[in-house]
């Protein structure tokens, strides 16, 4: 199946601080990208959906100026958590769209996740 | 989206077959059924997914009833690494994102 990578793993920082995490689909290009949020014991949230060169979608509660997407080629997505604090603590996923060559069926692949912990 | 309904948790023994169910009563037409399992602290992996007919795959069968209401996810032969929340997703071909619910939380005991 189609491979979507994220970087870093695991992060930890300081409260206050930025962090960029990056998903890349390695092996094809994904014009539709998604930023999830998982905390302990619950399931996956989804943050905003990323569109190659446009401006991101968010899901209602989640803060644009707070995370910052950017989707500025077909297989790079990144999400920048500014002004990180303790509540931010949690587990980003991204995941890509992916249309199989016969065009009709598709399916998103998701990456390894990225570990936050702020400080 | 419709909804789907799973159980919270099963047990199964290793190397037994597994058949997680899936309640979608109020699917659509265009709705594909997708699975995912999400093992512990890594992103979710595609498992299998289908329209109408029983599909198979290196992974899993997916039996889906006659109605559509309900499939069941059958992984022929546990293995601890099968330890997993399973879920269990609707979505039509042109639906935006995947909305996932708590899923199965899979025990497979040696």
């Known amino acids: 199946g189609a491979v979507v990578s994220q970087h870093p793993s695991r992060v930890i920082c300081k409260s206050g601080t930025s962090v960029k995490i990056e998903c890349r689909s390695l092996d094809f290009q994904a014009t539709t990208m998604f930023w999830y949020r998982q905390f302990p014991k619950q399931s996956l949230m989804l943050m905003a959906t990323?569109?190659?060169?446009?401006?991101?979608?968010?899901e209602q509660g989640v803060e644009k100026d707070k995370f910052l997407i950017n989707h500025a080629s077909l297989t790079l997505s990144t999400l920048t958590v500014t002004s990180a604090h303790p509540e931010d603590s949690s587990f980003y996923i991204c995941?890509?769209?992916?249309?199989?060559?016969?065009?009709?069926?598709?399916?998103?692949?998701f990456g390894p996740g990225t570990r936050l912990l702020v400080l | 989206d419709a909804k789907t309904t799973q159980p919270n948790s099963m047990e199964s023994n290793e190397e037994e077959p597994v058949h997680l169910p899936c309640n979608h009563s109020?699917?659509?037409?265009?709705?594909?059924i997708h699975w995912y399992r999400q093992l512990p602290s890594q992103g979710p992996e595609y498992v299998i997914h289908g329209l109408t007919s029983n599909v198979n795959n290196r992974m899993a069968s997916l039996a889906i009833a006659e109605d559509r209401k309900s499939s069941t996810l059958i992984l022929h032969r546990a293995t601890l690494r099968d330890a997993a929340v399973y879920y269990c997703?609707?979505?039509?071909?042109?639906?935006?994102?995947?909305?996932f619910g708590p899923g199965t939380r899979l025990s497979v005991l040696p």
């Open positions: 109020t699917i659509s037409g265009t709705d594909y």
């Open positions: 990323s569109n190659e060169g446009s401006k991101a979608t968010y």
């Open positions: 997703i609707l979505r039509d071909n042109y639906g935006q994102n995947f909305v």
């Open positions: 995941s890509a769209r992916v249309t199989l060559q016969r065009g009709i069926q598709e399916t998103q692949y």
